[in-house]
């Protein structure tokens, strides 16, 4: 069905039955579309579809039937106009800013954002003449006297990786359009499940399909979406032309992964809260983050912007980094690894990996101690995750 004819349905239901373009064959599952090109019906045609008269496919690089079907998917879940996938969420993230600026124009993004994505925002926008100030996210006055008659496009995520802060979207889109500029949210911590950021004011959302939309460790994958005007404006040719296009096979896994989305992620989430449970009085642990619990330093904003938790948990070990590694390696179930929202629950050290080329001060000011590690909860039973967790804390 399309997305239109879906969308009297609930979500968990758009995200099975939205997008599908059945072949002649009939299939129940929706087909993978493993070519490159397309042939046409004569030279008409050919010159009718290149001259946009004709809707059909010209070249994978601009659409395939599979990358469709997932951009159509995710598209009705979220509730978005218009979709466009892409190789990676990096290739998301960056193209979501790039398609709307040029040389002169000014950006405005918070801190505590993926180390790639900071990467692209500090490093390189400016070396392409696009100025960018790093803001404290949670503080609005600071986003508020950050704008410039030349800002063009603000850049945030929430909940933040790995502390799992949250950041008020509609207080902050308000503040980029009456600046007259955009907002464009990463969502990949939340998952679409948990939070719609177009519906609280951003004009662009992207994702990691990468996590919890694959949810089971296999491909690489993006997507970003808009209203039509927004990806039509900024997004459409710019992946035409510079080819940063996703795989038809890559889309198919992550179209496949919708299916399963909203039981896994639900699950994953009610596995996190029970972590938090049960480590929360743990007198090894001096801190514990999750968004969710009336203790998390931004409760209120939480219970007005999201309609669940996470499937994330960050704490920190009382004796830093030796305390940490030692409760890692003792770990028996849950694996170490830099990647989340697999079905495997994965443990990551932040300050030794993802946020290693941070300076310490810029650690210090993100909270990211020495002691913290950040878990992504998967589909394992929740007794035995808490189980492992618990044995290893003995060991650190
Ligand atoms: C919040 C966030 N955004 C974007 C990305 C980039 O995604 P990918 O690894 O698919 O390029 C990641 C990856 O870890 C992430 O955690």
């Not at 704008?147 to 063009?152: A, V, Y």
């Not at 296009?245 to 896994?253: D, E, L, Q, T």
């Not at 809260?273 to 619990?293: D, M, N, T, Y």
């Not at 932040?350 to 878990?375: C, F, N, W, Y």
């Amino acid at each position: 069905m399309s997305a239109s004819a879906t969308s009297k349905y609930r979500p968990e239901t758009r995200l099975v039955q939205s997008g599908i373009l059945r072949s002649q064959f009939g299939e129940t599952s929706e087909a993978l579309f493993l070519t490159q090109g397309y042939v046409y019906d004569n030279s008409a045609q050919a010159e009718a579809r290149f001259k946009g008269e004709d809707p059909g496919y010209q070249y994978s690089r601009f659409a395939n039937p599979t990358v469709t079907m997932l951009e159509q998917r995710i598209a009705a879940f979220e509730g978005a106009e218009a979709a466009r996938a892409t190789a990676t969420g990096m290739a998301a993230v960056t193209l979501s800013m790039m398609g709307q600026v040029k040389a002169g124009d000014h950006i405005v993004a918070s801190k505590a954002i993926f180390g790639s994505c900071l990467y692209v925002m500090e490093e390189y926008l400016p070396r392409y003449g696009v100025e960018s100030t790093i803001v404290d996210g949670r503080n609005l006055d600071e986003w508020r006297s950050a704008m410039r008659p030349n800002t063009r496009t603000c850049f945030l995520e929430t909940p933040t990786n790995p502390n799992l802060e949250v950041l008020d979207i509609a207080a902050i889109a308000k503040i980029a359009h009456e600046a007259g500029a955009t907002l464009v949210v990463d969502n990949v911590f939340s998952t679409p499940l948990w939070q719609s950021p177009l519906t609280l004011g951003a004009d662009c959302v992207v994702y990691s399909t990468t996590k919890h939309i694959d949810g089971q460790g296999r491909c690489l994958g993006g997507v970003i979406l808009g209203s039509n005007k927004f990806i039509n404006d900024h997004i459409h040719t710019f992946i035409r032309q510079t080819g940063p296009s996703m795989s038809p096979f890559n889309a198919w896994v992550a179209l496949k992964g919708l299916e399963t989305l909203a039981v896994r992620v639900r699950r994953q989430t009610d596995t996190a809260a029970s972590v938090a449970v049960a480590l929360a009085e743990h007198p090894k642990i001096s801190r514990l983050i999750f968004p969710g619990r009336p203790d998390h330093p931004q409760a209120d904003i939480v219970a007005r912007q999201m309609r669940g938790g996470s499937t994330l948990v960050a704490f920190e070990i009382e004796g830093g980094k030796k305390a940490a590694f030692a409760f890692q390696d003792a770990l028996k179930l849950v694996r170490i690894s830099n990647n989340l929202g697999d079905a495997k629950s994965l443990i990551t050290h932040p300050a030794t990996t993802t946020h290693q080329r941070l300076k310490p001060e810029q650690r210090k000011d993100l909270s990211i101690s020495d002691g913290m590690v950040r878990l992504s909860c998967g589909l394992e039973h929740p007794d035995d995750i808490i189980d492992d967790l618990m044995a290893a804390l003995k060991a650190a």
